[in-house]
């Protein structure tokens, strides 16, 4: 399978712990983004990355949140102190970046439930 | 700001009718719009984006920038419509194309009786 990876596909956890979630985009993908998407919402934007370097981040994401991407390959978001708020589907996608080639290709999710 | 509004959560239409799920927008500059479809239990995925000016399974949209819609529609439903459909929105450069991140609308569920 070439397309974006994202593991693990569920996650449960208990308030206050902290997760990681890891994202593997298409190979040749530079731009990689992660948005998440709550119950009867499309997906919101989270932040996104060029390379190994973060380019923009949304309000959403509050300090409890950080995503990385070392050396420009795979990404991690994790957050830390989770709140029940935080339960929701966090999807990463990745694109070319080129302008006639920036299609965002989306991997399956993961599925966070903080009880 | 931008923002994407789909008006109708719901939409269920006979096989063989036509479609057409309503998508406007509101951005200050000249975006990039596109349809992504979710089947069940797969992954959103692109159908069609206005620059490619393409058809795609039977899908067609227009962008009208005077009323600020970009309609996604379909002259014949068939039952493997059924999906949840996101319009999305990115900025795009002087050249028209898109970078950075997608503004999604809430999605219509459709679905094609028999």
């Known amino acids: 399978d070439t397309g974006v990876s994202q593991n693990p596909r569920h996650k449960i956890t208990k308030r206050g712990q902290n997760v990681t979630f890891r994202c593997d985009p298409i190979s040749e993908h530079n731009r990689l983004y992660w948005y998440r998407q709550t119950l009867g919402q499309g997906p919101e934007f989270l932040t996104y990355f060029q390379n190994e370097a973060q380019l923009e981040k949304s309000r959403l994401l509050s300090d409890r949140f950080s995503a990385e991407r070392p050396k420009g390959s795979f990404s991690t978001l994790e957050i830390q102190r989770t709140e029940q708020g935080d339960s929701a589907m966090y999807l990463c996608?990745?694109?070319?970046?080129?302008?006639?080639?920036?299609?965002?290709?989306f991997g399956a999710g993961t599925r966070l439930s903080v009880l | 700001a931008q923002r994407v509004t789909q008006p109708e959560k719901l939409l269920s239409v006979f096989k063989g009718a036509p479609v057409e799920l309503k998508c406007n927008y509101s951005y200050s500059g000249s975006p990039e719009l596109f349809w992504y479809v979710q089947y069940s239990r797969q992954r959103l995925q692109l159908l069609l984006r206005?620059?490619s000016r393409e058809s795609i399974k039977g899908f067609t949209a227009d962008l009208n920038k005077g009323e600020t819609s970009f309609h996604l529609k379909k002259p014949f439903a068939q039952e493997e419509d059924s999906a949840m459909y996101y319009c999305?929105?990115?900025?795009?450069?002087?050249?028209?194309?898109?970078?950075?991140?997608?503004?999604f609308g809430q999605g219509t569920i459709l679905t094609v009786h028999p």
């Open positions: 206005h620059i």
């Open positions: 999305a929105l990115s900025p795009s450069n002087a050249g028209g194309t898109s970078y950075g991140k997608l503004t």
């Open positions: 996608a990745s694109s070319l970046g080129q302008t006639l080639k920036n299609i965002q290709y």
